[in-house]
């Protein structure tokens, strides 16, 4: 029978809950009232991060970015080196 922390991502309140393993993990914050509980098991920072996806969706992410930028340099640079001198006389 362990004792479970739990945060909640709204408010930040930390409890802890003593409940059976196999019983469902708690979702409504008691403090707040919103179900942005979090789980936390010590020792298993990684199980948390799986569980919510934010990880995996970052990673995701940031993989297209590296793709979209190597794609989009070659034609940007030339393009707004011209456009700022020219800018500036324009305006003087
Ligand atoms: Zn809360």
Do not use: N, W
Not at 2 to 16: I, R
Not at 25 to 31: A, F, V
Not at 43 to 49: L, R, T
Not at 66 to 86: G, H, I, Q, R
Request: aromatic content about 10%.
């Amino acid at each position: 029978m362990p004792t479970y922390e739990y945060h909640c991502d709204a408010c930040s309140h930390e409890f802890e809950e003593f409940q059976y393993i196999k019983d469902e993990p708690l979702k409504k914050c008691p403090t707040c009232g919103k179900v942005k509980l979090r789980r936390l098991i010590s020792g298993g920072a990684a199980i948390v991060f799986k569980g919510s996806g934010f990880y995996q969706t970052d990673y995701r992410s940031d993989a297209y970015k590296k793709v979209a930028k190597s794609e989009s340099t070659a034609p940007t640079p030339p393009k707004s080196d011209t456009a700022a001198p020219t800018g500036a006389k324009v305006k003087e």
